[in-house]
């Protein structure tokens, strides 16, 4: 029997891409703002943590709905793996700015922009690639596993167990 799950098509690589941009756009969009009216009655920094852990969660739940065609849940483990690959797009993203600020005395405010959008651009890529290869890839290969393959055989007869007699060739049509 069928079930809704293993009915469920896996997105290809484009329209998973193209999902996670919207996704991740519209919390990244959302969770800007919600920074801003929390540190309104909270410190900025400690509205920054709640809203970006808040965010994480729900970008990961909208992948593993969405972006990645799991079909359902994102388990604890890809919760876990999703935080680890945000924090380390937050580290390229802290070191291009670092890197940026050794490199440049008084860098204006477009050099950053570019300097800081690039290292979230290439960041995001490397999301995207551990987020779909290893994050998300499990529910990928179980549905690999449910559709039946025929595999040849190999037909192995060695030449000493081979009848004495003369050879009977048959062929299949």
């Not at 909208?62 to 359902?72: D, I, P, V």
């Amino acid at each position: 029997m069928e079930t809704a799950q293993s009915r469920q098509r896996v997105p290809g690589p484009f329209t998973s891409f193209a999902r996670f941009v919207l996704c991740g756009g519209g919390v990244g969009i959302a969770s800007g703002l919600a920074v801003a009216v929390v540190a309104l009655w909270i410190p900025w920094m400690l509205a920054n943590a709640l809203i970006t852990a808040g965010s994480t969660l729900l970008a990961t739940e909208l992948h593993a709905r969405f972006t990645f065609g799991a079909g359902g849940h994102a388990t604890r483990r890809q919760h876990a793996q999703s935080a680890v690959s945000a924090a380390a797009a937050y580290a390229v993203t802290c070191a291009a700015m670092l890197a940026l600020h050794q490199l440049v005395a008084a860098p204006g405010a477009v050099l950053e922009q570019v300097v800081y959008l690039s290292a979230s651009a290439l960041a995001g890529v490397a999301r995207f690639a551990v987020l779909r290869l290893v994050v998300f890839a499990r529910h990928r290969s179980q549905v690999a596993a449910t559709v039946p393959t025929a595999r040849p055989v190999p037909a192995t007869v060695a030449r000493d167990s081979a009848p004495a007699g003369p050879a009977v060739l048959c062929h299949a049509a």
